[in-house]
């Protein structure tokens, strides 16, 4: 069973306001969620209107636990306040680069610089106006049902659970958070680990329902992938995560390293060549300076 441990400390804030760090070990899952979510309802209800997560010891979060940090987020938001991210892991950070929800976060390496970032809240505030007219009305993309935006930010549908980032400009980002399956491995570079691989996204595949085209071609992602890990791979104590999500749209394999197994020129013709089986193929730095490598298969 999963367990996750709390310490809370009081910070004080650049504005004399008190805030709370919260420090997590564990895993927040199915099993551990409902508590993660009581103590920061705690905290908030408390009269506390800032906190910090400090993730630097999480080693795994699930869908559920994805969506509970944005929807405590939210909530604090909501009250004046805000979630600030500090120290998260590699992984995580790729897990939310993979499934677009950097946005919705602010991130920092650092207690002391998440500190000193609730000392530009007023700065922040002094955005620019919008420039499309508010109140927004847009449809969701699944059910279709109708939606209203007052203004731009975070808003949940309390009927689907799903969560929308609706931008000055009138953009809308979707998360269906609700239907996402998620899985992680660690594997060491220089193995032939693309068959593991491959049967894990196969498993995700039909449990989100994509077809077999989808799945097939995904397949071949990962083989031409991991050849090139393997190629690039230093040292045979080098490991690598991988992280797969699966939702109905689409599947998602994600490999993240600090070593030279994805230390890849961007020009490498293994990435061209990946270019041309899936849809999306994203090389990037991560904040805290690990490397992720992302596939995607779209359904359609």
């Known amino acids: 069973m999963a367990v996750l441990n709390f310490d809370i400390k009081t910070v004080k804030l ?6 709370k760090a919260v420090f997590l070990t564990g895993s927040i899952d199915a099993t551990t969620n409902q508590t993660f979510e009581g103590r920061l309802s705690d905290i908030l209800n408390a009269g506390t209107r800032n906190a910090m997560l400090v993730l630097t010891n999480v080693k795994y979060i699930n869908s559920t636990g994805l969506g509970t940090i944005v929807k405590c987020v939210d909530s604090f938001r909501e009250k004046g306040g805000d979630i600030k991210l500090v120290g998260v892991p590699a992984k995580v950070i790729a897990l939310f680069e993979m499934l677009g929800l950097l946005a919705l976060f602010e991130t920092h390496e650092t207690i002391e610089a998440a500190v000193a970032s609730f000392g530009k809240a007023k700065a922040a505030e002094a955005k620019a106006a919008p420039t499309v007219k508010f109140p927004l009305q847009f449809k969701h993309p699944v059910t279709g049902m109708g939606l209203n935006a007052s203004q ?10 799903d969560y929308f980032n609706v931008t000055a400009e009138g953009g809308i980002e979707f998360y269906e958070m609700s239907k996402v399956r998620m899985a992680e491995m660690k594997v060491h570079c220089d193995l032939d680990f693309g068959p593991a691989v491959s049967a894990l996204a196969q498993s995700l595949a039909t449990l989100a329902r994509l077809p077999l085209p989808t799945a097939q071609a995904a397949k071949r ?5 991991t050849t090139l890990v393997r190629k690039h791979a230093a040292q045979g104590g080098e490991t690598c995560t991988v992280l797969l999500v699966g939702d109905p749209d689409k599947i998602q394999v994600g490999f993240v390293a600090h070593g030279a197994a994805l230390n890849i020129a961007k020009d490498d013709p293994a990435l061209k060549a990946l270019e041309g089986i899936l849809d999306e193929v ?3 730095l991560l904040p ?3 490397w992720l490598l992302a596939l995607t298969k779209r359904s359609h």
Request: net charge neutral; glycine share 18%; aromatic share 8%.
């Open 14 to 19: 650049p504005s004399g306001e008190e805030a």
């Open 152 to 161: 731009p930010g975070r808003f949940k549908d309390p009927r689907s659970g």
């Open 221 to 225: 992602g990962i083989e031409d992938a």
């Open 282 to 284: 994203k090389y990037v």
């Open 288 to 290: 805290n300076r690990g």
